[in-house]
């Protein structure tokens, strides 16, 4: 039920790529305190894309969660941003998330919803 989508303009293919799918699964699991079976990750590296004027590492970021609680989002927050940080040497301050809390009824899976 939890879905990440990073968009950035930096590139991982291959191995790098692997890692931070892995890295980001396993991390948005612990931080939502939900089985990883259920977590999705994708990633799109999309090198037409400036923030503040110019086009160094920057990425865009939502996660997408049934029982996002409103109050958690400052420390997912941080934790988001030091994954793009260690995984892709993007800056705290060059990572935009919006995060976003689906209604059980609204998210679909196996034929059916939550």
């Known amino acids: 039920m939890p879905l990440l989508t990073i968009e950035t303009n930096q590139s991982a293919a291959g191995e790098q790529r692997q890692q931070l799918l892995k890295a ?3 991390l948005v699991a612990e931080l939502l305190h ?3 079976q259920y977590v999705m990750v994708r990633y799109t590296h999309n090198p037409h894309m400036l923030f503040a004027g110019d086009t160094q590492p920057l990425a ?3 996660l997408k969660s049934i029982d996002l609680a409103e109050s958690t989002s400052p420390e997912l927050s941080a934790a988001l941003c030091k994954l793009m940080e260690t995984q892709l040497g ?4 060059r990572t935009y998330i919006e995060f976003a809390n689906a209604p059980r009824h609204m998210w679909g ?4 919803t939550f």
């Open 109 to 112: 899976w196996n034929a059916g």
């Open 24 to 26: 980001a699964s396993t």
């Open 90 to 93: 993007i800056a705290k301050n």
């Open 60 to 62: 865009y970021l939502e």
């Open 34 to 36: 939900k089985p990883e």
